[in-house]
């Protein structure tokens, strides 16, 4: 937001007791941020643990031109939601890059890494994790290019797209573990550079989306489970 000069913006157009459904009647804009009012849109920088420019906004009887609609009017969560989709296959495989990362990361030290006259990687205690890893890994790359695929040709891909967030973070994870677990103490030294991976990969199962969410859509979308919210 600090460096941005336009922002889409998601709004309640029809009040909410003249709809049926909570996510009818909302409407996107594109708001001009370089002559937006400071009083009445306020930006607050949130430092957090990983490298990611996060703000807080604060809207005060902001007012948007009518003809910064995009799109139809009251429609504006259906766009969203389809950007949304692209956005989580785009994470799927951020964290898909990650997850491999840390496998050769890994498996270069496990190679290199010279204890009682053998490479740790000579152990099964070790190999196993780290190939436990790879293959979920490989899996969730499988999902992440099916959701791809669908967004491609124009078909839906939520349950697809959803599903390969879900995979990637958690493999990404547990690649993540068996990194800094076989680099031990020098995973936490910051020349390796698998501490600052190791918080930033950590991110994906909360946002965009918590797992816990995922597991709500699945639930509800896929299984036919009644709405837990």
């Not at 992440?144 to 973070?169: H, I, P, V």
């Not at 995973?187 to 550079?193: H, I, K, Q, T």
Request: aromatic letters at 10%; one cysteine or more; hydrophobic letters at 45%.
């Amino acid at each position: 937001m600090q460096h941005s000069d336009l922002m889409i913006l998601l709004a309640r157009t029809t009040p909410l007791n003249q709809v049926k459904k909570k996510s009818e009647g909302m409407s996107i804009f594109l708001v001009d941020l370089r002559n937006a009012d400071s009083k009445r849109l306020i930006v607050r920088p949130l430092p957090n643990m990983v490298n990611h420019e996060t703000n807080e906004l604060f809207f005060d009887d902001f007012e948007i031109p009518e003809e910064n609609l995009i799109g139809e009017e009251g429609r504006g969560f259906r766009y969203i939601l389809d950007g949304l989709n692209a956005e989580r296959a785009l994470i799927a495989a951020e964290c898909i890059g990650d997850g491999y990362w840390f496998i050769d990361k890994v498996v270069k030290h496990a190679r290199e890494r010279i204890v009682f006259d053998r490479p740790i990687g000579q152990n099964q205690g070790v190999q196993f994790p780290i190939a436990e890893a790879y293959i979920e890994i490989e899996a969730a790359n499988l999902m992440g290019y099916k959701a791809c695929a669908l967004f491609d040709a124009q078909q839906s891909c939520a349950a697809e797209a959803n599903m390969a967030t879900y995979l990637a973070a958690k493999a990404s994870w547990q690649a993540a573990e068996a990194c800094l677990q076989f680099h031990g103490g020098y995973g936490f030294a910051c020349e390796y550079d698998v501490e600052r991976k190791f918080r930033e990969t950590r991110l994906y199962q909360v946002a965009p989306i918590s797992t816990n969410l995922i597991f709500s859509y699945v639930a509800e979308h896929l299984l036919g489970l009644p709405r837990s919210f």
